[in-house]
């Protein structure tokens, strides 16, 4: 199984980027983004989960990105995509994206809750 993440870059405060995480080998019922700056921890910034009762996904942001990003699976080519609008210098940070490996309903929030990790791609935003 692998994780290729992509779309990191260097913008400007309110800019768009849309970061990319390919997953090979196996398909997922919940895939997420993370992400870390300099100094910190690790932190959770939105997952995408499929319904156990079919096909329909549900999202999860953190509160210091609800409004301006956004996360979309596309099932067929099994990538996950996050789309970034009104990028803020607090923004900055290396971008993880995550899969787990269970079905089951966890808090998506926890780095522990996922199996697999992709390389991370950096994001900088300048003010």
């Known amino acids: 199984v692998q994780l290729q993440a992509s779309g990191g870059g260097l913008v400007q405060t309110g800019d768009s980027l849309r970061l990319s995480c390919a997953a090979s080998?196996?398909?997922?019922?919940?895939m997420a983004w993370f992400r870390q700056a300099p100094g910190k921890e690790r932190e959770f910034v939105s997952h995408?989960?499929?319904?156990?009762?079919?096909?329909?996904?549900?999202?999860g942001y953190a509160d210091s990105v609800k409004g301006r990003f956004a996360i979309s699976k596309d099932s067929a080519e099994n990538t996950v995509y996050l789309i970034m609008n009104s990028l803020k210098p607090e923004d900055t940070a290396v971008y993880y994206c995550?899969?787990?490996?269970?079905?089951?309903?966890?808090?998506?929030?926890?780095?522990?809750?996922?199996?697999?990790w992709g390389q991370g791609t950096q994001v900088t935003v300048s003010s």
């Open positions: 995550a899969a787990a490996a269970t079905s089951r309903s966890m808090n998506w929030r926890m780095t522990g809750s996922y199996d697999y």
């Open positions: 080998g196996r398909t997922f019922s919940t």
């Open positions: 995408i989960s499929r319904r156990s009762d079919g096909n329909i996904y549900f999202a």
